[in-house]
Structures are given as C-alpha cells and as structure tokens.
C-alpha cells in the first residue's frame, strides 16, 4: 500500500473513516467476527500451551527447583530469564500509551489498547517466575511489610524485594490506567449487545457510563494522572530489575551501564512483540483503513532507534570487557566472544544487531511480512541476551575451580514454552471480550480530521 501524501488527517486515519464506520469495524470484532474457527484454533493452541505451564508447576512444587537445570554456580536459570524478559516485553504498552499521551502523539491512539494489554499479561507473566523461583512460593508474602505480631519484616537491601516493590507497582499502575480508558469502549459494547448475560457483563464494567460531558472530563483527568505516574515507570521498573545483577560482584554483572541498558532493551523486545501481535490482527480482521502505514512506519522507527542503543550498550560493554584492567572481566569478555558462550554471543549480535539493520529502508518499516519476521527474530535475539547476561556470568566467576555449566532441562522449557501459553491464553481473550482498539481514541482522531484547516 502506497503511504498517503504527507498532511496530518489522512496520514493517521485513511480517508473515508467515519464515526460509524470506526465503531463497527472495532467493536463488531468481540461481539460477531471473532466467533470464527481459526480463534477456537489458537484458542485451544493456547490451552494445550498452557498445559505444559500446569504441569511443570505441579511437578516443581512436588519435587523442588531440583527439577530445573540450575546448580552450584549457576544457581539462577530460565526463571529469572524468562523473568526478565517478560517484564521487559511489558515495557512497551506504558511507553505507546502513557508516554505518547503526555507528548500529544495521536498515532498512538490505534495502538495503545493493544499493547495495554499485552504489559498486563506480560507483567503476569513475569511476576510468576520469581516466585516458583523461591523454592517456597507459598510463604511468598514474607517479602511484603505486613504487620505481625512475629517481627517478620522483608529485608531491603534484597534484589527480591526491590522486584515485589516494582514488579507490584508496575502492574497495579498498568492495570488501572487499562481499565480506565475501557470504560467508555465497554459502554459501546453493552449498547450494542444483543445478548441479556454479555449486556449486563459489559454494563457492569462500563460503571453507568452515559457519556455526558461530566464523565468525559472525569475520565481525561483521571486517565491523564495515570498517565502521569505510569511514566516514570518505564524508567525504574526495568532499572530496578537490572540492579538485581548491578549490585552482583560478579564479572559480566557489576556494570553501571546495566539500567539505560536494560531500559533500551526493554522497549526494544516490548515494541517488536507488539508489532506481533498487531500485524496478525491487522491483517485478519481488515483493519488496514485505522491501523494505517505510518502507525507500521512510527513503531519501527522507535524500534529500530531502541535497538541501536542495544547495539551500542553491546559494543560499550565489551569494550570496557576487552580494556579493563579487571583480569576476571576481561576473561568473562574473551569466553563471551571466543569461549564456550560464543555462539549465544554471535546470535544475540545477529538477532539484535544485524538484522534489524533492514529497518533502514521505509519499504520494510512498512511492509507488513518483513516487519513480523524481524520482531520475531528480535524477540529471540533479546531471549538469547538474557541468558547470555544470567548464565555465563555465574558459571564462571572468579575460582576456576568453582566454575559450573548449565542445561536447561525439559522441565525448564516445558516452563518457558507454558508461560508462553498463558500469555497466548489471555490475549486471545482479551480480544474476545474487548475492543482491541480503543474506540474513544479512534473517534477523536475522525473529530480532528474533520475540523483540520
């Protein structure tokens, strides 16, 4: 599809969309067009996903973290690298939604719902790895202040209690500002619904909403406070969670690069599966008209701006390696580039780097193939720099005679493969239940094409 000529109106919103048009084509998506066979199909895909999730808990619970690959050195795995990335992946929704809403950017207003979404179901995802990770996840509130009358308090000076802290207020902020900017969707959907049980169901979480200009501007301030603490958010979570390996001793980990690092890094993984999850969709459901080529074009852009400051954290991190007066980082530097872990090393750099390079050319940044294999691609990529970052630097550290290795067993990857499942689970109903658009914001933009000089 040719990109429309340069002028505000036509580049958000392709010419012809109009009030009834937008609202129709979003919400006809949860109330009739998704009851189709190919969403049973992923549905159940999911489900069975999700089985391996169940089972891997159960038998982990049964017999211990023993059943996972981890080990003396190497006593962190796959749970704190799904941990990490998962929660990074969640990073982009507040950065689509809040951020660009603060800076007055309308192309986000055809995207944000979705990635809303997806940082709420990532977060979750996220948040259940620390605790299987705990060996007893039923005591798991020791890590909260709560009074007792025993004097258990969580020890701050813990990384994990700097996680429960940020991981806890990340969600509860995302999941707030989510809900509030449904209220007036869900409102469209119990008017528009034909059946008894789904009316009261969409009624009860539109909160009575009728629309008047009192509730409209209840909404925009309480939606833009949200806003406004959401934001600072996307900086501190993620800087919070690359301290747990900062205030590590260990070569390879105690870096002060790690925050901005790990933040680039987060919005790029949290941009690339957004975009895959939202190509899918465009493409099904016919949304080409609201989802349009600048909303492709723009999402790449800050994408591929995000991946060059991974590159260059990449190439800062393994200079200072290569010319540091440390033997024992410049010995983990060598194993990561010609050692043992040069193959995760390389992919990482292929996967992160190289590739992405593509988005250089507008005609892929707007092509909607190409740009899903490149978020794939990048999503593995920042996959493979968390193992990278949590594997290698514990299993050799500064005795050679304590160095380990480490195999990821299946119950390992029946979890990560299950977590994957949840996420999958929870979308797929999200988009049967809710508009994956958000309505509202869609009509302001038909308001301001219609009023453009």
């Excluded at 066979?37 to 999911?46: M, N, P, V």
């Excluded at 969707?185 to 009575?208: K, V």
């Excluded at 983990?332 to 010609?338: D, S, V």
């Excluded at 990857?413 to 689970?425: N, Q």
């Amino acid at each position: 599809m040719e990109e429309p000529p340069l002028g505000y109106p036509t580049r958000l919103l392709e010419p012809g969309v109009t009030y009834a048009k937008a609202t129709e084509d979003i919400a006809s998506i949860p109330l009739r067009r998704i009851r189709s066979g190919w969403w049973w199909l992923a549905f159940a895909t999911a489900l069975f996903l999700l089985s391996f999730l169940m089972i891997a808990v159960s038998w982990l619970f049964i017999r211990g973290v023993g059943v996972w690959g981890i080990n003396i050195p190497v006593a962190w795995g796959f749970a704190i690298v799904n941990f990490v990335w998962w929660i990074g992946i969640g990073h982009a929704g507040t950065l689509i939604s809040a951020i660009l809403l603060l800076l007055a950017q309308p192309w986000r207003n055809s995207i944000n719902r979705l990635s809303e979404a997806m940082t709420i179901f990532a977060v979750l995802c996220a948040a259940m790895f620390p605790l299987l990770h705990l060996g007893r996840p039923w005591v798991f509130y020791f890590l909260l202040p709560y009074p007792d009358t025993m004097g258990l308090w969580p020890q701050f000076r813990s990384p994990l209690v700097w996680d429960a802290f940020a991981v806890g207020t990340y969600f509860t902020v995302s999941l707030l500002y989510w809900y509030i900017g449904l209220v007036p969707d869900f409102a469209t959907l119990r008017d528009r619904e034909t059946s008894p049980g789904m009316q009261r169901f969409y009624g009860i979480f539109a909160l009575g909403w009728r629309g008047s200009a009192v509730h409209w501007e209840r909404h925009q301030t309480a939606y833009r406070l949200l806003a406004g603490l959401a934001t600072p958010l996307v900086l501190s979570v993620h800087s919070v969670v690359s301290l747990d390996f900062a205030v590590g001793l260990l070569p390879g980990w105690h870096s002060t690069i790690f925050p901005p690092y790990f933040v680039a890094g987060a919005i790029f993984s949290g941009f690339a599966m957004v975009l895959t999850l939202m190509l899918p969709l465009r493409s099904i459901f016919k949304l080409h008209d609201l989802i349009t080529p600048h909303h492709l074009n723009n999402m790449a852009c800050v994408m591929f701006v995000s991946g060059l400051m991974v590159g260059y954290g990449y190439f800062m991190e393994t200079l200072m390696g290569l010319t540091s007066a440390d033997p024992f980082e410049y010995a983990n530097t060598i194993a990561r580039l010609w050692g043992s872990w040069a193959p995760i090393f390389w992919a990482v750099i292929l996967c992160n780097v190289l590739i992405p390079q593509v988005l250089w050319s507008r005609r892929v940044r707007t092509n909607e193939w190409m740009l899903f294999w490149v978020s794939i691609v990048i999503n593995l990529g920042m996959w493979l720099e968390r193992v990278m970052i949590v594997v290698c630097s514990l299993a050799k550290d500064f005795i050679p005679s304590s160095w380990g290795s480490y195999w990821p067993t299946a119950w390992d990857w029946a979890t990560l493969i299950g977590s994957g499942g949840l996420f999958l689970t929870l979308f797929l109903l999200f988009i049967r239940l809710a508009p994956a658009i958000a309505i509202s914001d869609v009509k302001e933009l038909i308001a301001e094409k219609h009023h453009a000089p």
